[in-house]
């Protein structure tokens, strides 16, 4: 017996949907509640390990116009990534409710966990409401905002998986939570001043000297005065100070030890930021968002000078807490607000802590007693190419996750055959679903947990090197493998054997008998961008940076990898110059300057009175240790890195000789361009035959070839690069010409070599895209010779990065033959 539609439509139904994506702490199931009644459905939602389910009993045409009506009216928090819809049989629901979250009960956890949200506009109409319950209440959040990632310790979502589980909600919060047409419904983080969180402002031994609204006053009058507030906020503490006091700044950088490095600035308000910097629409967007990251803003004006010395822009956020927002309307001025930690330390997240961590930098403390379960920084972002670059993934960002591309080429299990290919694993079968940590590198680290063709991306860790740092690194593995009740079946790192992220993971392979797969540094870069753009072969993968282990033995940083459905080679690099003292020469570029004329000029340059000015910074008996050290190769390590080459000439051209953060010579010489608009190159060589580069260069450093290890087709020699600059400095022609001629003339040697191999598509990544002059001209040009061009933008550029990059490289080789490994190893 058939129906026709009418007789379907007359027809009660049961619909059953199984949603996945970011549906958990946005206000999702309230939505649904009120869709649901408002078509006079009945049925329940919940939460899931997994995500949200549904089910509904109606008219098969009122069920349809529900389920597209999820998908186009969705909370705007929200993202929908897969919708599963079953007809069954109905069973009679008579109303249609929420239902507590369904038990774990080992099931796989997969729902997604939401980022810490800024402050909506409805909440912060309400803490400036006098009339209102929560006016001036500094932790007030709905559905739509608050936080999120910070505080939740399992999933499902509810408030007993979250810090919030110590504060029980009062009648009229438990009204709000239970009542559907209340944006509070079913908000897991609500409270108000009667039963929630509250402040104190606290001396720098830790004693109590103000509580409630009369410490946010206090620390106010604090900050008016010069003095430095350490203020807990969302994910940790901010150390703060105001950002027009000059002394204040520069107290804090002592205390802080950070002599010169940028500091971020809270603004009050959009429009005082729009008095100081320039702001695009999309940069307007950013700052608003709910992200709310700190977006690099070109300033108007060279104001606030000690917050971001010698730099043309700044780092700016508004406010994106209550907190933030009732402190900023006291003071009505912008502040730093920078990470309350010393250099190379994480954050600080503990009241209880934070008087022995931080009283030697902050005078007082603004804390309050909603724990946070983990730290997370403020993220950082900037514009390219009209397009947003994450270049610190943390609030608002993590723990989002991106998803990993299918394995290139049609067969899965494919292997690719290249000199650098992976040892079998006798416990994973092909069939075996993987199950991937990736551990990431040493500096700006991160750490990634891939299932399900999906990697979940830690928050930025930092450097690696001290113990507070290694420990808050095993936290972070820990904390985020706990949400998921996630345990790997293979393990991945760098392939540096120094870091600790790499030691750290041949210990758990040890420990666990876990697989291990050891990726070159700049390999993971390349398929970072590869998987965040789901790219497809043939490509050639360019990763410039200051620093990656070079499996022949020297330091890489300017790489060219032409990738392949069957193979991946390293088709290029830079010649290899020599770093005199090895790490001493990342902090004084004068020394890879020194470096740079010795491969051209041998001894001539110490013998022949050269007059630069970089090298009236050394004393005359520092020279002759460095001659001697150039001429026997001690401690003298080869590099190909392009951030080496940029901290050189930022020295040849007097511009830094000595830095105390990374990138500041590079930025230094970034910045020195100033807006000057020229076309001008300095010429440079590709050497074709790797057999004529070994040969050179042996010969200059006079060495036996047969010890060269030169693997690559094409190497490009700077020396003509070199050349032209020096003839440049000794006309003094201008700084801005020289430092332009010498960013394009490595734009134009990425043009040539696209052009060289042929391949239409290329991806760009690697720290040294962060530079804005040189990756948006990079850009251009390849544009222009109709290049598809890709580059790093949801996930960061640099080492922050390489987790997702090293486990979308494991995904393309998932099962492995025994060979001598190379780009990447296992064991």
């Known amino acids: 017996m058939s129906h026709d539609s009418s007789d379907l439509n007359s027809l009660q139904y049961r619909l059953h949907l199984t949603l996945q994506g970011t549906i958990q702490g946005v206000g999702f199931r309230p939505f649904i509640y009120r869709l649901a009644t408002e078509l006079n459905l009945t049925g329940w939602v919940n939460n899931s390990v997994q995500g949200v389910l549904i089910e509904v009993e109606g008219f098969r045409d009122v069920l349809e116009q529900f389920q597209y009506r999820i998908l186009k009216e969705k909370p705007p928090q929200s993202e929908i990534e897969t919708l599963d819809a079953v007809w069954l049989p109905t069973v009679g629901y008579s109303q249609f409710e929420i239902h507590a979250s369904e038990p774990t009960n080992h099931k796989k956890k997969s729902a997604i966990v939401l980022p810490d949200l800024s402050t909506c506009s409805d909440c912060l109409q309400d803490i400036l409401d006098p009339e209102n319950r929560r006016y001036q209440y500094p932790f007030t959040n709905c559905t739509n905002c608050g936080p999120r990632y910070s505080i939740i310790r399992d999933l499902p979502y509810d408030r007993n998986h979250t810090t919030m589980a110590i504060f029980t909600m009062c009648f009229d919060c438990q009204n709000e939570y239970n009542y559907p047409l209340n944006r509070r419904f079913h908000a897991q983080p609500n409270a108000c001043p009667v039963c929630g969180p509250q402040l104190e402002l606290w001396d720098k031994n830790g004693k109590v000297i103000a509580s409630l609204n009369q410490a946010l006053k206090q620390a106010a009058d604090i900050i008016s005065s010069g003095q430095i507030l350490a203020l807990k906020g969302l994910g940790g503490f901010h150390l703060i100070v105001d950002a027009r006091n000059e002394t204040a700044v520069q107290n804090l950088r002592q205390r802080k030890r950070r002599p010169a490095k940028p500091l971020a600035v809270m603004y009050p308000n959009l429009e005082q930021v729009k008095q100081d910097c320039w702001v695009s629409e999309l940069e307007e967007k950013l700052l608003s968002s709910a992200a709310a990251p700190i977006v690099l803003l070109r300033r108007i004006y060279d104001q606030l000078k000690s917050v971001a010395p010698n730099n043309p822009y700044l780092g700016v956020m508004l406010p994106y807490t209550p907190i933030h927002h009732l402190l900023l309307a006291e003071l009505n001025f912008p502040i730093v607000a920078t990470s309350g930690n010393f250099a190379s330390e994480p954050i600080c997240i503990d009241e209880a802590e934070v008087v022995t961590r931080l009283n030697t930098i902050a005078d007082f403390f603004l804390v309050h007693n909603r724990p946070i379960v983990r730290p997370i920084d403020d993220s950082i972002v900037r514009i390219i190419a009209n397009q947003e670059m994450v270049l610190r993934r943390a609030r608002g960002y993590a723990p989002l996750p991106i998803s990993l591309p299918n394995p290139i080429g ?68 820990n904390s985020l493998s706990n949400i998921y009740d996630f345990q790997p079946n293979i393990i991945v790192c760098d392939a540096h054997p120094d870091y600790y992220s790499t030691q750290f993971a041949e210990n758990l392979s040890q420990q666990n008998q876990y697989p291990i797969v050891r990726v070159q540094h700049h390999l993971a870069h390349v398929f970072a961008v590869i998987a965040e753009h789901n790219l497809q072969p043939p490509l050639l993968g360019i990763a410039w940076d200051g620093t990656g282990y070079g499996l022949d033995g020297t330091i890489w940083g300017g790489e060219f990898f032409q990738v392949t459905e069957t193979q991946i080679q390293r088709i290029a690099s830079f010649r290899p110059f020599p770093l005199p003292g090895g790490d001493k020469a990342v902090f004084e570029p004068r020394r890879i300057a020194l470096g740079l004329l010795y491969e051209l000029l041998g001894n001539d340059l110490f013998n022949s009175g050269i007059n630069l000015e970089f090298m009236e910074s050394f004393k005359p008996q520092e020279l002759k240790i460095m001659q001697t050290m150039l001429n026997r190769q001690l401690n003298t390590p080869l590099t190909s890195s392009v951030g080496r080459l940029f901290d050189g000439v930022a020295s040849l051209l007097g511009i830094c000789q000595t830095v105390s953060f990374e990138g500041e010579a590079a930025m230094a010489l970034e910045f020195a361009i100033d807006d000057l608009e020229t076309d001008e190159y300095y010429q440079f060589e590709w050497f074709d035959s790797p057999l004529r580069q070994a040969q050179d260069i042996a010969l200059k450093r006079g060495e036996n070839m047969d010890n060269m290890i030169y693997n690559c087709r094409y190497t490009l020699n700077w020396e003509l690069i070199i050349k032209g600059i020096l003839e440049d400095i000794i006309n003094q022609k201008p700084i801005n010409l020289i430092s332009a001629k010498f960013h394009n003339s490595l734009v134009e040697a990425v043009v040539q070599i696209g052009k060289k191999l042929g391949e239409k598509t290329i991806t760009l990544s690697g720290g040294c895209f962060q530079n804005k002059y040189l990756i948006e001209r990079t850009i251009s040009r390849l544009c222009q010779e109709e290049f598809q061009v890709y580059w790093s933008q949801k996930n960061p550029p640099n080492d922050g990065g390489l987790a997702l990059g090293q486990a979308a490289f494991l995904i393309n080789h998932q099962r492995f033959a025994p060979s001598q490994g190379k780009m990447g190893e296992s064991s």
């Open 410 to 477: 049609a067969n899965r299990s494919a292997l690719y055959q290249t000199n650098f290919s992976l040892a079998q694993s006798s416990d994973l079968s092909i069939e075996t679903p993987l199950k991937i940590l990736a551990v990431g590198g040493h500096l700006k680290s991160t750490i990634a947990i891939a299932f399900n063709q999906k990697a979940f991306l830690s928050q930025h860790i930092g450097e690696l090197e001290n113990p507070l740092a290694l420990a808050a690194f095993q936290e972070v593995i």
